[in-house]
């Protein structure tokens, strides 16, 4: 049974830095493409970071490159998100995702991803 669960969520002021955490039973992380997405209210679930099974690349949205990194501990299997230089409209929820797939390099497209979680919560205000 496939199981995530995202943690690290939190109200922060503009400026400061949250990290994410991504856990998952069933999967060793590392086999499979996992992504960070967010949807705000009112918005499409938009791709945020994904790192790939092979070699550990990366591929971010521009609005975030240089402020956030997707990260992963294998002896852990847990996948990480650290954001840096939070702006307002960074308040989204946060969701992980992983592709089914085997050592698929990863894209930030919401249908290459099978399994998601339920979210963390992230809000940027003063």
């Known amino acids: 049974q496939v199981r995530i669960v995202e943690s690290g969520g939190d109200l922060v002021q503009p400026g400061g830095s949250l990290r994410l955490s991504c856990a998952a039973s069933?999967?060793?992380?590392?086999?499979?493409?996992v992504a960070w997405f967010r949807q705000a209210p009112g918005k499409e679930r938009e791709g945020v970071s994904c790192?790939?099974?092979?070699?550990?690349?990366?591929v971010s949205t521009d609005s975030v490159k240089g402020r956030f990194t997707i990260s992963r501990d294998t002896a852990k299997n847990m996948i990480y998100l650290q954001m840096n230089s939070l702006k307002p409209e960074d308040t989204a929820n946060y969701y992980c995702?992983?592709?089914?797939?085997?050592?698929?390099?990863?894209?930030?497209?919401?249908?290459?991803?099978?399994?998601w979680g339920q979210g963390t919560q992230v809000t940027v205000s003063s």
């Open positions: 069933g999967f060793t992380l590392d086999h499979h493409a």
């Open positions: 790192i790939s099974p092979s070699d550990g690349s990366t």
């Open positions: 995702a992983i592709d089914r797939g085997y050592g698929s390099s990863c894209q930030l497209s919401f249908y290459d991803y099978d399994y």
